[in-house]
């Protein structure tokens, strides 16, 4: 088989699709068609629709865009049909439906933000920073039934350093994502459009626990100061920037405001407090978790507020002593 011999169509959303639909057009892939999710209302009262970040850049290349409400509806069923595909290539969008993902002749293949069987979900690179994982990475699979169950046809490792945040792995994995497609395209030119692809169940270690990697909702995001420190560390850091860890401020009135932490120093100072208790530390502001130490905080955001530093929150606040998180 020849490059020129696949016909694409590429399915995505968000910025993280982008890089990898960027390097199939860039490359020369034929790209037929596009299918993203439908204009998103925005504003105050939703009377602006913001399009897809992969919207944007398919019609600055060009390329035809397919915006299904329901990918079962027969009319884009066959809209999609019409277009003539043998390949379809996913990245980060929606659970597809058999009539979709079995429509073209090699198939449809999923390029995932961890290295499968691990982390299959929703959220993978949250998950495994919030889970203290020092290593993530790129997984392309089949599609299947199920959800991200299907035979793996490469998977590529991506370090999570310390320092790290959901952030900073975001932008590595957007880019060695895009590579690995690439390589993924490779593979099945070579092959035919057959290339060898190994069922997960063979990537089971012996004994090895699984972790799941479900869609977070805001709920999920509540900080329990009553974990460790170092589970408190990594479960902000797996939430940062987007959609951020927060927890509620009990003044010394009582009153409650929500405050979201985006960044907490990797030392963990000693403070044998109870946990929630509000420190200082020099000029940052520190709070104790469950194990006697604290985590110190570098940047936070107060309800209606601006990010800021937590130096500079806590020149606005005199009686920090008296308050405390919960």
């Known amino acids: 088989m020849k490059k020129e011999d696949l016909k694409i169509v590429f399915m995505g959303t968000p910025e993280f699709a982008v890089e990898t639909l960027r390097a199939l057009v860039e490359n020369g892939y034929n790209v037929v068609a596009v299918v993203t999710q439908p204009d998103k209302p925005v504003g105050r009262h939703g009377s602006v629709l913001q399009p897809s970040a992969v919207k944007q850049y398919a019609q600055s290349v060009g390329l035809p865009v397919l915006q299904p409400v329901k990918m079962k509806d ?104 895009a590579d690995v497609c690439l390589r993924t395209l490779q593979m099945i030119i070579e092959a035919d459009g057959h ?81 929630g208790t509000l420190l200082r530390h020099g000029r940052q502001l520190a709070v104790a978790a469950g194990d006697g130490k604290a985590v110190v905080v570098r940047e936070l955001q107060a309800a209606g507020k601006k990010r800021m530093a937590s130096a500079d929150f806590l020149n606005g606040m005199k009686d920090i002593e008296e308050c405390h998180v919960e």
């Open 74 to 177: 027969p009319e884009f069923v066959e809209q999609l049909r019409s277009y003539g595909a043998n390949l379809q290539v996913v990245v980060a969008f929606r659970m597809l439906p058999e009539v979709v993902w079995a429509m073209p002749e090699y198939g449809t293949f999923n390029v995932h933000a961890a290295l499968l069987p691990q982390y299959r979900g929703a959220a993978p690179i949250n998950w495994a920073v919030i889970n203290g994982e020092t290593r993530t990475g790129i997984s392309t699979f089949f599609l299947d039934h199920d959800i991200d169950t299907g035979r793996v046809i490469m998977r590529e490792p991506f370090d999570i350093l310390p320092d790290f945040d959901a952030g900073d792995v975001y932008d590595g994995l957007m880019r060695l994502g």
């Open 195 to 275: 290339p060898r692809a190994i069922p997960q169940e063979e990537l089971f270690a012996e004994g090895e626990e699984l972790h799941p990697a479900p869609k977070i909702f805001n709920e999920t995001c509540e900080i329990s100061w009553a974990r460790p420190a170092e589970a408190v560390r990594n479960f902000i850091r797996g939430l940062s920037p987007h959609p951020g860890a927060w927890t509620t401020l009990v003044g010394a009135d009582g009153k409650r405001t929500v405050l979201k932490i985006f960044s907490v120093e990797p030392e963990l100072a000693d403070c044998g407090c109870d946990a």
